[in-house]
């Protein structure tokens, strides 16, 4: 057993790599914020087995890039889940999807291919519950 500690700041500095192999799990808690930042070559989160779970528990979860973002699911779906709306942009169009319908706005509307209209019909989907919120 071996433990770092500092009543203060505990700095680490190393002028190459700096690396740590676990054999059990490795636990980061901070009672602020945590930060990763990498300066040229970017960060890689892997998971060889299992899920990765990514959540903002008491606030709004941003994800912005430069240039393309890609989801992709190579075996299964994608399913993205909005309790009030749910809006795809792009240039001046845009597809909006709430409870009462949905809406497709921009300058040109093209709708290509066979059409079908059928009675209307909704599906509900259950939006996972954070720590402080009470099931509706």
């Known amino acids: 057993h071996m433990q770092l500690a500092a009543g203060g700041h505990l700095f680490t500095s190393t002028g190459g790599n700096a690396d740590a192999a676990i054999g059990g799990n490795y636990t980061v808690a901070a009672g602020n914020a945590v930060s990763l930042f990498a300066n040229t070559q970017g960060v890689k989160v892997t998971a060889a087995e299992g899920k990765i779970d990514v959540q903002a528990q008491g606030d709004a979860l941003n994800l912005a890039a430069l240039k393309g973002v ?13 309790k009030k709306e ?8 845009y ?42």
């Not at 890609?70 to 399913?79: C, F, G, K, L, R």
């Not at 749910?86 to 169009?93: E, P, Q, R, S, V």
């Not at 300058?107 to 720590?131: F, H, N, Y």
Request: glycine share 10%; net charge neutral; charged share 20%.
């Open 70 to 82: 890609t989801i992709a699911s190579t075996e299964d779906a994608i399913t993205l889940n909005a």
């Open 86 to 93: 749910l809006t795809l942009y792009c240039g001046g169009a």
């Open 95 to 136: 597809v909006k999807l709430t409870s009462t319908g949905v809406e497709f706005g921009g300058p040109e509307i093209i709708l290509k291919g066979p059409m079908r209209v059928r009675e209307s019909a909704t599906k509900q989907s259950a939006l996972p519950l954070m720590p402080k919120q009470e099931p509706t």
